[in-house]
């Protein structure tokens, strides 16, 4: 039986499909904003600011290299400030394994972690039901929210396309119903229940991809800030090029260690939160109208999150995420910044090449 529940949590081809998408997406998203944000800034700039930036074709041949790396160096370092803290007390090795394994304990995990909260709305809603003012002032508030409320079942049905036939479509309009204390109904509740373990996954997807969007966009700016200075007009390619180069050199060594083993948190913790909403929307949990029916969907629900918990799969697939990490970590440390200094030798030999 627990082999059984164990299997159902097992990662599946389309959950890694959706989270390299979702990286994916995010990422494009982030460096189409950053790049705007660059350019937008960089026109509007005072003449003084702009004349000190635009500096002459014969500086930038003696001095590209070191302009770059100290723009890439300021944005780096903002981006790993938390590593960078820890790295005084650990060493940086450790501090960058130490925050990696947060990032896919709170994702695996907290996905299931959370769906603990219904204990809390449970006591609550109990609460008004014994509270008639208390109750009165919380409707009225959460009445403000109802366009949220729409908007997440929506989210939720396009979350879950399969399940749709069993979508959020009844009311409970009884006045004996434990949903009247609220602003909201249980449909509403439903859907914001099968989401609910999504916020884990879809938060240290979009904290990556942000990180990664981001500072490719700064090198890519100042790559083609750079081209067009030092070449002209057909240097903006060339510095575009040379810029993805030495981001790709920065970041491949690692990444290609460190992105699959985040991959699979999030593959874990959205297999669980497909079996965590099929289980509400089939089993139609959180329509009870009575307090004893709204336990025991609670109950269920509960029950689903501790043989997840207690899969030996899960805990299997959370070791070799934490050794690709500590893997990687070492790369990033170690080798990476070896690989990045020889592109960015190479790179100067071209460059001068280019200018000759």
Same mark, same amino acid.
């Given at each position: 039986?627990?082999?059984?529940?164990?299997?159902?949590?097992? =990662?599946?081809?389309?959950?890694?499909?959706?989270?390299?998408?979702?990286?994916?997406?995010?990422?494009?998203?982030?460096?189409?904003?950053?790049?705007?944000? *660059?350019?937008?800034?960089?026109?509007?700039?005072?003449?003084?600011?702009?004349?000190?930036?635009?500096?002459? %074709?014969?500086?930038? !041949?003696?001095?590209?290299?070191?302009?770059?790396?100290? !723009?890439?160096?300021?944005?780096?370092?903002? !981006?790993?400030?938390?590593?960078?803290?820890?790295?005084?007390?650990?060493?940086?090795?450790?501090?960058?394994?130490?925050?990696? =394994?947060?990032?896919?304990?709170?994702?695996?995990?907290?996905?299931?972690?959370?769906?603990? $909260?219904?204990?809390?709305?449970?006591?609550?809603?109990?609460?008004?039901?014994?509270?008639?003012?208390?109750?009165?002032?919380?409707? /009225?508030? @959460?009445?403000?929210?109802?366009?949220?409320? $729409?908007?997440?079942?929506?989210?939720?049905?396009?979350?879950?396309?399969?399940?749709?036939?069993?979508?959020?479509?009844?009311?409970?309009?009884?006045? /004996?119903?434990?949903?009247?204390?609220? &602003? *909201?109904? &249980?449909?509403? *509740?439903?859907? #914001?229940?099968?989401?609910?373990?999504?916020?884990?996954?879809?938060?240290?997807?979009?904290?990556?991809?942000?990180?990664?969007?981001?500072?490719?966009?700064?090198?890519?700016?100042?790559?083609?800030?750079?081209?067009?200075?030092?070449?002209?007009? &057909?240097?903006?390619?060339?510095?575009?090029?040379?810029?993805?180069?030495? *981001?790709? !050199?920065?970041?491949?060594?690692?990444? #290609?260690?460190?992105?699959?083993? #985040?991959?699979?948190?999030?593959?874990?913790?959205?297999?669980?939160?497909?079996?965590?909403?099929? +289980?509400?929307?089939?089993?139609?949990?959180? +329509?009870? @109208?009575? @307090? @004893?029916?709204?336990? +025991?969907?609670?109950?269920?629900? +509960?029950?689903? %999150?501790?043989?997840?918990?207690?899969?030996?799969?899960?805990?299997?697939?959370?070791? =070799?995420?934490?050794?690709?990490?500590?893997?990687?970590?070492?790369?990033? #440390?170690?080798?990476?910044?070896? =690989?990045?200094?020889?592109?960015?030798?190479?790179?100067?030999?071209?460059?001068?090449?280019?200018?000759?």
């Amino acid at each position: 039986m627990r082999n059984k529940e164990s299997s159902q949590f097992k =990662i599946k081809r389309t959950d890694v499909i959706w989270s390299v998408k979702l990286f994916t997406l995010f990422t494009i998203l982030s460096f189409v904003f950053s790049i705007s944000i *660059y350019t937008v800034a960089f026109l509007f700039s005072q003449p003084e600011f702009v004349n000190a930036v635009l500096i002459s %074709t014969a500086q930038a !041949a003696t001095s590209e290299v070191d302009v770059v790396n100290e !723009a890439i160096i300021s944005t780096s370092d903002a !981006a790993t400030s938390k590593v960078d803290f820890g790295a005084r007390y650990i060493g940086p090795l450790y501090s960058v394994f130490f925050f990696n =394994i947060i990032a896919i304990f709170v994702t695996s995990i907290g996905a299931a972690a959370i769906t603990y $909260s219904h204990r809390i709305v449970f006591k609550e809603l109990l609460l008004r039901s014994r509270h008639p003012f208390y109750s009165m002032i919380s409707c /009225n508030m @959460e009445k403000l929210s109802s366009p949220f409320f $729409s908007f997440v079942q929506k989210v939720a049905l396009h979350i879950y396309p399969d399940i749709k036939k069993n979508g959020l479509d009844e009311k409970n309009d009884s006045p /004996n119903s434990i949903w009247k204390h609220c &602003g *909201y109904t &249980g449909e509403d *509740y439903r859907a #914001i229940a099968s989401v609910l373990p999504l916020i884990f996954p879809v938060l240290t997807l979009f904290l990556n991809s942000f990180i990664a969007g981001t500072v490719l966009a700064f090198f890519v700016f100042n790559g083609i800030l750079w081209g067009s200075q030092t070449l002209g007009f &057909g240097g903006i390619l060339v510095g575009a090029d040379f810029a993805f180069i030495y *981001y790709f !050199a920065s970041i491949l060594p690692h990444g #290609i260690i460190e992105l699959p083993a #985040i991959f699979i948190a999030t593959s874990i913790a959205y297999r669980f939160a497909r079996v965590h909403s099929e +289980e509400i929307t089939e089993g139609r949990l959180f +329509e009870a @109208e009575k @307090e @004893e029916d709204l336990k +025991e969907d609670i109950r269920r629900i +509960e029950n689903i %999150t501790e043989s997840y918990l207690r899969s030996g799969y899960l805990w299997r697939i959370f070791s =070799i995420a934490i050794f690709m990490l500590l893997v990687a970590a070492y790369i990033e #440390i170690q080798l990476t910044p070896k =690989i990045a200094g020889n592109v960015i030798d190479l790179m100067g030999l071209l460059i001068s090449n280019l200018l000759i």
